[in-house]
């Protein structure tokens, strides 16, 4: 069992990074805000108001059986998980097939994790079998449900599958994301070559948690014991990105850009005049970047206006108003100087092109599996300029498994006659991945 202190929530500092200067005329302000959380609250942050709770959704259907290492090494990836849970979180197991089973606990709830419970859990991990079809919706909805039976701070999900979602509709799995998101966040693993991609990733996105492909069973443990570390250090849930835009000024697009890119423009909700919140989800030690864009009415050289107000808000255990952990402002100032107002800010440039690799990738690899080959031949050349550009040696890497790269710096490649299913599939799922700009 990993030792762990008790979680508290992390300090937050709020840096806007931008060119403020417009020509005349100009209307667009792009800034990157970068968020970061130190410190576990021992720095100034508020402590920890409350429990973890963690229901790991395991993939029981048939295919499990085909190879037989699948379920073993889920049951390995598990125990593992479990080894792994601080002392006092509550947790509980899920078995997935087209209906979802609660396999340890059992009794509705959760159990709350110490060397007994962590003894038992294993236990029962032991009478996992493969059989029946696959349900996802189903595995959420039960996790949702053992999740609320508790008074929790942080509430998160693993979920693990190794095929198609083919016993439910695409609207009822996306019924079932819609209800628990905002609820609790989820991490999601696709193991071996036979499930699809945009199910694992579309689940990680709607949860704001994260994807990735194991594509070998054997290196399920270690993956399941990172993301139940991972876990473990979140310190405060359910954070809002709260924008506040003058009269006139209208956001455009927020972004998430690092460590992955996620779209976070049509989440927005309400949050009294002109200000709209935008969720990010649960944070440990970490710093995460975001991309935004305003609109701002016309005014005269010379004029400067607050665009726009970022703050930082955490929920508040009593029930009251939110908290304030930090804020940062983005501003727009009308120049003459051509130079001043033409200038690419360092960060922005970065990370639009960040963006526009993960977009031209999916595009790429879309036209690929149509038999575009010309456009799928454009769209990854020009992924490989991109990643070649900015320093993403990662993607660049998982590029060459795809085509033969003739020039980086032009993006002249060859489509691959032959690629394996699953560095196709490692390309797309973790095409969002960025790279940090060096500052």
Known sequence: MANFSKSTVPQFSVDVYQNEFLPEGGRDVSAIVTVTSTGGGTTGGFASSGPAGVVIMVDCSGSMDYPATKMRGAREATAA??????????????????????????????????????????????????????????????????????????RHGILLTDGRNEHESPEELRAALDACAGRFTCDARGVGTDWEVKEVTGI????????DIVADPAGLAADFTVMMEHAMGKGVADVALRLWTPVGAEIMFVKQVAPAVEDLTGRRTGAGPRAGDYPTGSWGDESRDYHVSVRVPQAAIGQEMLAARVSLLAPDPAGGDPRPLSQGLVRAVWTDDVAMSTSINPQVAHYTGQAELADVIQQGLDARKTGDRDGATAKLGRAVQLAAASGNADTAKLLSKVVDVVDAATGTVRLKAKVAEADEMTLETRSTKTVRVKR
Not at 111 to 135: F, I, N, P, Q, Y
Not at 204 to 211: D, E, N, R, Y
Request: zero cysteines.
């Open 81 to 154: 998980a479990v080894d792994t849970l601080r002392d006092g979180t509550h947790f509980a197991v899920v078995a997935g097939t087209h209906v979802a089973k609660e396999v340890y606990p059992g009794n509705g709830g959760l159990a709350v994790a110490d060397a007994r419970t962590r003894a038992e859990a294993k236990e029962a991990l032991r009478r996992l079998s493969a059989g029946g079809g696959t349900a996802i919706g189903t595995w959420l909805r039960l996790a949702d449900r053992l999740l609320s039976s508790a008074e929790l701070t942080i």
């Open 204 to 211: 990680a996105s709607a949860l704001l948690g994260t994807a």
